[in-house]
């Protein structure tokens, strides 16, 4: 076995953080370019098992914790939501100032370590590699934290009801979220949205849908030019698109039968809630149907079903890492999805003893209360609630044919909570004239939108998903923000 | 078998554009809201075969042209890419009255027909399916096309070396784009697209990659200010995102090892050029490495090589339509993919006669020259140029640490055109405080993104790729407009 260790701490730009003397082959600060390869065989926090007892491997980690007590430094090493405990002992394998160097250390360094696996008699509680410990023989400082950290790491997976806002809020500059980030807790809940897109796009592909790419900057407001950002483009002004849905519609029209996109939609609304961003990730769907469209509706539960599912299946390491900080109970669904007319619906508030009309839209509180009421009695925390008073929904909604007070659209729920809204759109350029005029509507500013009806256009529906309300709704969080990397909301605009 | 058409034909709200008299269960224009569905069971044009000889079928499709002729019209009836023959011919399927209604109906309109299938003697040469054509008995107006079209359809695909430039601006609104999406050729670019798409983040995912969504909206120019658009902001300014670079390091920082994201870029460049766009989709790659960043443009280009792979395995009826509008030479690589250094392809360069300094930057016309030199010596199409002048890339690039004029960067080529930038990226604040201040810039605008390596940040690089480049290129086109559904330049907002 080559000792470069040596080698290695020469070409290091910085000096040792401490000065004792350490024989240059065990411990030291190496250099972050590395000219040439050292043959280390790194292994993973999450592989060290019992099996690979009394072996010596090379890992690289974070130090996540450091004690030291007379003649030993006890240390936890990090990889993501993996971590190990790490011996260094004065003995035939460490010297005193190796001890020392270990000890000093700064929290949150990125070291890279020789060791051997030894079993433990009882198990590290603290730990997720419970049955073995690391005693320490080489120990490199790879890449070297400042001492003082905005937010202490143990504090960010202290379980806690109110979210993450208070502890977002406390540092400046980007490194408090960057800290969040690299919890335990964050690492399982993106991990799970990244599942969440995969399980969404290969559900779609596998139903025949083309992937496509809709434009972000466009000339004009689609719905009026309320809540829209206004962007600087060159000697003229253009609009962020608040939903990909003109694009999903001309595709339609331009025979792609079946569409989904995957893509940041921006809504400049000053709402300050719990589940308002100003940008978030669309998940949005738009599809020709043959008679009806509830085939539309039947293509997206099902595709939500097969995200539950996968989700349940593939993701339960996340669920529980997640749970740990914020328990909530296992989300339910039924196969196929409980679909409820709006009539059905309000007669449940009804029952309950709200009070509303028949053509009145839901409030957020009816919402959620309904979401209860559909829990009870049907055992699931997600439906569909179909049938919307056309009252209630845009101009380019499609009536429906046997009742002109309600409409062929819907809304999805995940535990109470609207996650997708959609409708068969008015394919006839002559009907969308008619309900734009009604809705007072300037035609001018929709011309473009209507004329790409004029030339044939196969009946369609559709509706777009918010990712981070999936996500959040799916693991029982109550704020958005935990499940967007980086949210944006009327007062957030860093990291 | 049950007749439906008269109840449907009931149930429509516009008249027939003929006045002639139908039988009312054999033709005529049928509701767009179906209230209750037809048991028709659609087949796709492209199922139609001689082993559906003598079947009657349903079939939903658009009317591609129409020919009439005494007794008979004849219609080609298209879906996506495929079309078939079809006749409406007086007799005892068909009365004069139905021929006059078929042969009124508009191009472009959409149809439900009820036909028998047919094997023809003599090959349809202008059809996809060649060996059938389809005998109506029934046809239905599902939606109908206004007469005149801003844009004949078959002047579309008309081989064109121009590119669809001219073509594009000739009509108002968005009606000649959206033809455009129909023609086959784009079909067959879109869905190739869409693959890109799907293979990029398959490779990735199976090689441990996580995927992340970044935001657009950033409070800071990252690069200085130059080249980005600005939004109004509620009571502020923001910009739009240049690039994800700096969430994607973070993310890095915060632990994710190896992170991937597909999204909008934005660049408000003022360059009306074949291959600039201010909008495009960002493939975009940030990976921690152990040792070396060849680590890390070994994932890339392994990642490329899948996606080529996976074109040419599953995309080859896509890539023949193309090739039929606009011919190319099949794209070629090679496993492992070919990486030159810097220095040589300088060496290359000036052999063929080119005068440049050794620190020099390539101009897109001698990179092009470059590839024409590494197609004839090496037959590849694909290559990597490593170890650019540090002096020509951006200041957290790292230097190479063996020399002190070269870099740690890299750019990928297709066809002999730039379609990925990267660089493993300085991780230390220290040295990427002093390369900052060697760039002239100003510290407090980039204070949040050298903060993110204050605590610890493993060795790591990336890059980013254009997808329409990476599609043209490919298929051999010759302008990134043609593999944009909604392209976006300095003078195009619109569709």
Redesign the interface.
Known sequence: KRRRGQELLG?S??PSAVSSPVAADKAGNE????????D?K?VRVQDLTPEKADQLIWL?A?VHTSRAKGKQCFLVL???QFNVQALVAVGDRASKQMVKFAANI?K???VDVEAAVRKVEQKIESCSQQDVELHVERIFV?????AR?PLQLEDAVRPDGEGEEVRTEKGG???P???L??TTT??AV??L??GV??LF?DTL?KKGF??????????AASEGGANV??????K?S?Y?AQSPQ??KQ??I?????KVFC???V?R?E?SNTHRHL??F?GLDIEMAF???YHEVIESITDTMVQIFKGLRDNFQTEIQTVNKQFPSEPFKFLEPTLRLEYTEGVAMLREAGVEMGDEDDLSTPNEKLLGRLVKEKYDTDFYVLDKYPLAVRPFYT??D??NPKYS?SYDMFMRGEEILSGA?RV??A??LTERAQHHQIDLEKI??YI??F??????HAGGGIG?ERVCMLYLGLHNVRQT???P?D?KR???
């Open positions: 070409r730009r910085r250099m972050f370019m590395f000219a040439s390869e050292p280390r790194l690289r974070r990090r990889q993501q700064t949150e360094s990125i790879i890449s070297q934290a400042e950290l500059g980007c490194r979220r960057l800290q980030l690299e964050s690492q993106f991990r949205q990244s897109c995969q796009r592909t083309v992937e496509i790419q809709t434009p972000k900057i466009i000339s950002f206004t962007v600087s483009y060159f003229t253009a962020l003109l694009y001309m595709c029209c331009a025979d792609f039968d995957v893509g940041p921006f400049a000053d100003t940008e990730v043959n008679y009806h499609m009536p044919p046997h062929n068969q394919h006839d002559q009907l011309k473009s004329d790409s004029r030339y044939g256009a196969p009946p990712l967007s990397m980086f944006r009327p605009l860093t990291p």
